[in-house]
């Protein structure tokens, strides 16, 4: 077993043991928020023809190439194509077609002039500037040809990605199956509404913002509740867990206070401790595990101990287990608004709140840093990164941050 290992270790070392849970075939309805388990190649051009992109006349360039204010070349209307609709006849020369947005091109025209650039007198269309061969046509394929790869597998399934697959006619999508975490926590002190608070006790709160968090990481929660601090009780609590999911998140007890009965617990039913310790503040706290082929992680019970830990290694964990291709978070430059007085002997992830102004990130502290605290960590939206050895930070300096939230 590792000690204290430093957080991209730690990462490693859990990453190692995350898989993929199987492939399945889901209608696109479905489908956001999955992560592709295949590569799709386009199956027809997008668009599926030539088109117009606006309401005007298809003509056939060599027809207007003498064309001017003063000597308008005049064609003769012989149809109209709107959206939906082919055209019954190609253009022939000295002719034009009136065609619609989204309507296909007619046969042997070769460009499109807009409605707002010709006079009409009768049937005929009165052009008065030459165009070159091609203006104002959206070609066959040009959007995503067929036979190209139009989404790798990998990719997260987002909106634009469900349209762009539903426009290539795909009914059903190959996606990895959602993986399910087992969560619970530890504490003799913890209650749940609505019991009515007690003297000494506190609501649990890790166990409801995990499982929010798993949700929107896209995995599929079990919950059981909370596990009083012994080792018996904990490690059936395990041994419950292991049978329910794929993969399994507690807090509380890893630790070395005389109740922190996590690791005693793993050992028990037979896990295999990856690390114990996390060379960062806050959240050093934490254990990596595994038992019968499932990944363990244990959190410390302080709320943005917790919190932390799992953007930097429980988000990264479940990403890789939904088959997410970069389940690293994401890091970003910004300008520190605030002084943060303290020194960091460890590495230390600062709560702050990122703001671009203009071009420029900006972070100001989000309030209290301690461990417990859960209000500064409701409020920011990303973390500081800051080295260990570091003297206190300075308003004005360059900072690194990581993202876990949407830009203020
Ligand atoms: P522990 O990691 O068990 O030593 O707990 C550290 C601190 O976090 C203690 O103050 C606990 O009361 C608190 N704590 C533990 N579990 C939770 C929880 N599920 N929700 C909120 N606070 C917790
Ligand atoms: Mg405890």
Redesign the pocket.
Known sequence: MKKNVSLEEAQQLLLAQAAPAGERQIFLAEAAGSVLSRDVVAPLNLPPFDRSPLDGYALRAADVRQASAAQPVALRVVEEVRAGFVASQAVGAGCAVKIMTGAPLPDRADVVVPFENVACRGDLVCITEPLASGSNIIYAGEDVAAGDLAAEAGTLVTPPLVGLLAALGMETVPVYGKCRVALF???D??LEPPQALQPGK??????HSLRAYCRMVGAETVTLG?AVDEETVIAARLGETLLQADLVMT?????V?DY?LLPAALRKVGAKILFHGLDMKPGS?AMGAVCRGKPILAL????AAALIAFELLGAPLLKQMLGWKNVLPQRVGAILDDDFAKTSRQRRFVRVRLEAQGMQLHAKLAGSQSN?ALQSMAVSNALLDVPAGSGPLKAGQSVEAVLTGPLA
Not at 202 to 207: T, V
Not at 251 to 255: E, H, L
């Open positions: 926590s530890t504490g002190e913890l506190i609501y649990n709160s890790n166990l909370t807090t509380g007890g890893v630790s206070g922190d706290p410390s019970g302080n709320p417990g």
